[in-house]
């Protein structure tokens, strides 16, 4: 397989500084703005010198996951067998897949111990199953709005989207033509995301019940009126152009069948494997998806077995997402967390 | 136009006893069983002799609602100028249209005044409408899981849900083959409503993370495999063979219209003009949907007003759905109110 990955910093000499980060469900593994891709990346505020994630000290790696289509290999990409794209012929993929793609990433960048491994939503799972696997390659932990499994509540919102795409009739069982994916199952799987990646009150507060003015019956019927279907409209037609449609069902099935009691039998027994010194544990009050209750049972869990753990629970208003947009309240919890245990700072990147 | 309705106990001799219940999106006037039609009603626990709206006293009307498709004109009824059936040329509906409706049926039947009006989720919202509108035919309001008008979360909700129906190649826009409707479509958005009926809560402990046993990958790929799936399943399914398409999208988009503001400017200018002698609003803690705070707005200003007015907060398990389930919560509160107000009976009925 091949893994994409972007690094920022520079190991230390003896290579304790490094800090594997996983993604959610839909981003590469570009993070943040370096020198080789000044564009936008989707953590900025926490990755660079001087910020929360501080690159002057700390060695940041961000892997593409296992199946995602952003340079990792993934049902899009070609099986070297039949020289054509995986598509459903790609194996089964879990959560623990992804984790020990990541491994295989540091492990090839010499790392044989993580400082620290870091990820939100599916990312979140990815660590904890590294940190479950290898608990000896695993010094630190954060996980951000994540869960020891997911809820059937959070289950029945990823099964309809999947459902939703399936449905298309340009999927064709997988099978679709590249130059004409399954946009408009793509494009309502997406907007099924963004209503339940926010929050209610969030919502409320941007778009209230403003609306186009309308003299005309609007064409076609029952199409957007609202501010917030407009919205909907605009950002999920963003998505549908970037993301391979069989790789989204994949990653979307593999965090619905991720379980900690998988290893172990319970969920306290799996988290029981971890070994680390210190754990950032972040949930988020108005997150529907990844309850706050699931960050407080794994910190809890954590705690109960005698590991350093911080609990943070943040009333950030954009629901599952709040760590993309919320710099406010996300920046000084992990600032804190990352500012403890390595000093001096390493070498000095350029 | 023609409405459709069910009556249960018999109207006193000075015509004061008359209740109309208006209807959620898609039940029909069937809420009970009646010597007529000994079928299960949808809110059976809560009419009858010596239930909760307790038939020996009170004569109970309710309509289905206007543009639905359970006997009441709708957009699948036949177009007498066309001979064919109305479908998008069915003029826009609004929850004031279902409200006018239901009173050209009490009219009809001999009643000037409603002693109580009362309806849940839409049909609370049929129900304010008509007490703003025609406040001296309304003595009594009750008020359940309603909302002056819907929220922004709520209308990404519907919004999507009727695209997801508009985007069946079968919808034809709306010129769909009644006997090859798009059931897909429909499936897909009545999944999207079982899962905001209810409450995360509720499907965890219902569900948990139960799943069939696996050995084989499942067929056809991504297909169900959690017991909630299997249940979202089974129960979309019943519905689609029920529920005319182009119904549903008129009814669904007059919830969104609806706005207790659009009569005088805002919400508290709308609620001013019901005239009640007293009211009963209820919600419930678990419900997403239509959240409790809306109800909690409702009873305020009815109650600022010099209303008298009972408040209810439910703690059910059952979200949105509650007031046709938690039977035990439900029944007393409507009970208390319902036992006030008319004595001596009225005629008892056989």
């Given at each position: 397989?091949?893994?994409?990955?972007?690094?920022?910093?520079q190991?230390s000499?003896n290579?304790?500084?490094?800090?594997?980060?996983f993604?959610?469900?839909?981003?590469s593994?570009?993070?943040?703005?370096?020198?080789?891709?000044?564009?936008?990346?989707?953590?900025?505020?926490?990755?660079?010198?001087?910020?929360?994630?501080?690159?002057?000290?700390?060695?940041?790696?961000?892997?593409?996951?296992?199946?995602?289509?952003?340079?990792?290999t993934?049902?899009?990409?070609?099986n070297?067998?039949?020289?054509?794209?995986?598509?459903?012929?790609?194996?089964?993929?879990?959560?623990?897949?992804?984790?020990?793609?990541?491994?295989?990433?540091?492990?090839?960048?010499?790392?044989?111990?993580?400082?620290?491994v870091?990820g939100?939503?599916?990312?979140?799972?990815?660590?904890?199953?590294?940190?479950?696997?290898?608990?000896n390659e695993?010094?630190?932990?954060?996980?951000?709005?994540a869960?020891?499994?997911?809820?059937?509540?959070?289950?029945?919102?990823?099964s309809?989207?999947?459902e939703?795409?399936?449905?298309?009739?340009?999927?064709?069982?997988?099978?679709?033509?590249?130059?004409?994916?399954?946009?408009?199952?793509?494009?309502?799987a997406?907007?099924?995301?963004?209503?339940t990646?926010?929050?209610a009150?969030?919502?409320?507060?941007?778009?209230?019940?403003?609306?186009?003015f309308?003299?005309q019956?609007?064409?076609p019927?029952?199409?957007?009126?609202?501010?917030?279907?407009?919205?909907?409209?605009?950002?999920?037609?963003?998505?549908i152009?970037?993301f391979d449609?069989?790789?989204?069902?994949?990653?979307?099935?593999?965090?619905?069948?991720?379980?900690?009691?998988?290893?172990?039998g319970s969920?306290?027994?799996g988290?029981?494997?971890?070994?680390?010194?210190?754990?950032l544990?972040?949930?988020?009050?108005?997150?529907?998806?990844?309850?706050?209750?699931?960050?407080?049972?794994?910190?809890?869990?954590?705690?109960?077995?005698?590991?350093?753990?911080?609990?943070?629970?943040?009333?950030?208003?954009?629901?599952?997402?709040?760590?993309?947009?919320?710099?406010?309240k996300?920046?000084?919890?992990?600032?804190?967390?990352?500012s403890?245990?390595?000093?001096?700072?390493?070498?000095?990147i350029?």
């Amino acid at each position: 397989m091949e893994i994409a990955y972007e690094c920022w910093g520079q190991l230390s000499e003896n290579r304790d500084n490094a800090v594997m980060l996983f993604t959610g469900l839909s981003p590469s593994a570009h993070a943040a703005r370096s020198a080789n891709d000044p564009s936008d990346g989707w953590w900025d505020y926490m990755i660079g010198a001087g910020k929360p994630i501080d690159t002057q000290r700390y060695f940041v790696i961000c892997v593409n996951s296992l199946g995602s289509c952003f340079g990792s290999t993934g049902p899009a990409s070609i099986n070297a067998k039949t020289g054509k794209p995986y598509r459903l012929d790609f194996p089964e993929l879990a959560v623990e897949d992804i984790a020990n793609a990541g491994r295989e990433a540091y492990k090839m960048l010499g790392i044989e111990k993580l400082n620290t491994v870091i990820g939100a939503s599916l990312g979140g799972m990815s660590a904890l199953a590294l940190a479950i696997l290898f608990p000896n390659e695993v010094h630190r932990l954060v996980s951000i709005s994540a869960a020891p499994h997911a809820l059937p509540f959070a289950i029945s919102i990823r099964s309809l989207q999947r459902e939703i795409i399936r449905n298309d009739p340009k999927w064709q069982k997988g099978d679709y033509n590249f130059d004409q994916p399954p946009t408009d199952g793509m494009r309502l799987a997406r907007k099924l995301g963004l209503i339940t990646y926010r929050s209610a009150e969030e919502f409320s507060q941007r778009f209230g019940r403003k609306r186009k003015f309308i003299e005309q019956p609007i064409e076609p019927a029952f199409s957007a009126e609202f501010d917030v279907e407009t919205y909907l409209d605009y950002n999920a037609n963003q998505f549908i152009d970037q993301f391979d449609t069989n790789c989204y069902l994949y990653l979307s099935r593999a965090i619905d069948w991720f379980d900690v009691a998988a290893h172990g039998g319970s969920i306290e027994a799996g988290l029981s494997k971890i070994r680390t010194q210190a754990n950032l544990i972040i949930g988020v009050q108005s997150d529907f998806l990844f309850p706050l209750s699931q960050q407080q049972e794994i910190a809890g869990i954590l705690e109960s077995h005698g590991l350093k753990t911080t609990f943070a629970a943040l009333d950030s208003l954009q629901g599952h997402d709040s760590f993309l947009i919320d710099q406010e309240k996300f920046a000084p919890v992990v600032r804190d967390f990352f500012s403890d245990y390595i000093s001096p700072p390493a070498t000095v990147i350029s």
